[in-house]
């Protein structure tokens, strides 16, 4: 009975990841979609989220997690993040580029609710996380996020380096705890060798035995982590895909728990937070 | 070429990886790979019906072969030509079951699974007929399976052009 499947009976992390969409404003460096404005969007429509949302409940998920592309480039999202968080909390990570005064007017609606934005930030040098993240990044980033606290929302901080002094990184924790974020909302991860990353032969090659099995849809499927979707040369990888069905979300949920009952501890030191 | 993309190793989704373990496991593989929940239910009914059985090896080649030529699959008459070879058919047999009749000196048990294999083609309400009193019960379920599944991977390796071996 699928009623009788349960997240935590079936061995997977508590949150469920939905690719919103792969295009965005921006086209980092190391970016593992390979993501910018001309891409293809390979979006799950809102509908879709909504429904799998509704499942995840049924599942026992505890927690959604929207990524992209930027999530924020969809204009239905704020709508959307609404009637999502009223089901599960929700983490949505973005580049934090696009708050406009419109934008955040609209997003009033999430006042009182569970959701995160998780924005990306990877140096407190405006210069070097500029050329990582693109033109103006890091002054657009540090005005939206107190705008994004102002709506009452939690906002993280994702800084996404391999070669990080200890002294930039003090750099850099100091300015979140000046901007309001606490220690315990700066994530700080490596890059990972894929999509753009690994056509330029950066960050590190991680497996599947390298990630926490955290059950990702997009619309070309369900894939083991949401560092799995990756791509590379406009073709999405499939080596972390475990099926192509994403509804009933109990097939990929089920299909996961089969891999994991033969899979070797997962050693779990990477993380998408 | 292939109408869409034989996975390879690197790219083997996770259900699929078994099937690489051992090198290239072929292009029915390689291609239900695409879609990693068909691949385990997909490779082991062909594997289960493909492998031994109650009829013997040189009877099960005589209706696929002939059920392959029958649906033009240049793939499964490639692979099955070895097959049937394999299996100790001689090559003016193998010749005859991809031309119109066998020849009169087929025994009559094998040219059933001849005729089996034409109207399993052509009228399949029939073909069980044509094998007579020369198969048991589980070895028509078995023979009707066998034809079946190569009908499906004719039109699997045709609709993909499934590369040549």
């Not at chain 1, 909504?50 to 969809?74: K, N, R």
């Not at chain 1, 040369?233 to 972390?240: C, E, F, H, Q």
């Not at chain 2, 019906?49 to 209706?63: C, L, M, T």
Request: charged share 20%; glycine share 8%; proline share 7%.
């Amino acid at each position: 009975m699928i009623s009788e499947v349960r997240v935590q009976a079936l061995g997977l992390g508590g949150r469920l990841w939905l690719y919103s969409n792969y295009h965005c404003n921006l086209t980092c460096s190391y970016c593992l979609t390979e993501s910018g404005p001309a891409v293809d969007r390979r979006g799950l429509e809102p509908e879709v989220m909504l429904a799998l949302a509704d499942e995840a409940v049924g599942l026992g998920f505890t927690e959604l997690g929207i990524t992209g592309g930027e999530p924020f480039l969809m204009p239905w999202l704020p709508d959307l993040l609404e009637q999502l968080a009223r089901r599960l909390p929700v983490l949505v990570l973005s580049n934090a580029t696009l708050f406009t005064s419109r934008l955040l007017a609209r997003m009033e609606k999430l006042r009182g609710l569970p959701v995160t934005i998780q924005v990306s930030l990877d140096s407190a040098q405006p210069v070097l996380n500029d050329t990582m993240r693109g033109p103006r990044n890091f002054a657009k980033v540090i005005d939206a996020i107190p705008r994004l606290r102002a709506l009452g929302l939690r906002v993280r901080l994702a800084t996404t380096r391999s070669d990080m002094s200890a002294a930039a990184r003090g750099q850099l924790c100091g300015l979140h705890r000046d901007l309001g974020i606490g220690d315990e909302d700066h994530v700080v991860r490596p890059v990972i060798r894929r999509g753009r990353a690994a056509e330029r032969g950066q960050g590190i090659v991680v497996s599947r035995d390298d990630l926490p099995p955290e059950l990702t849809i997009t619309a070309e499927g369900a894939f083991w982590s949401p560092f799995g979707p990756t791509v590379v040369a406009g073709r999405m990888d499939t080596d972390l895909l475990v099926t192509r069905t994403v509804r009933p979300l109990s097939v990929p949920a089920r299909a996961m728990s089969r891999l994991l009952e033969g899979a070797p501890p997962t050693a779990g030191d990477v993380r998408v937070r | 070429m292939a109408r869409v993309t034989l996975v390879g190793a690197q790219q083997a989704p996770l259900l699929a990886r078994p099937y690489f373990e051992g090198g290239d496991p072929g292009p029915i593989a390689a291609a239900l790979a695409q879609v990693p929940e068909l691949i385990q239910a997909g490779m082991g009914f062909i594997g289960a019906v493909y492998g031994p059985g109650s009829v013997p090896a040189r009877q099960r080649e005589i209706v696929i072969l002939r059920t392959s030529a029958r649906h033009g699959c240049r793939y499964c008459v490639a692979v099955h030509t070895r097959a049937a070879a394999r299996a100790g058919l001689t090559a003016a047999e193998i010749d005859e079951l991809q031309g119109a009749a066998p020849g009169s000196d087929w025994s009559q048990p094998d040219r059933a699974l001849v005729e089996f294999s034409d109207r399993m083609s052509t009228d399949p309400a029939r073909a069980v007929d044509a094998l007579g009193s020369h198969f048991q019960e589980h070895q028509v379920v078995e023979l009707v399976t066998l034809a079946a599944a190569t009908i499906f991977l004719n039109r699997f390796a045709t609709a993909l052009s499934l590369p040549l071996p």
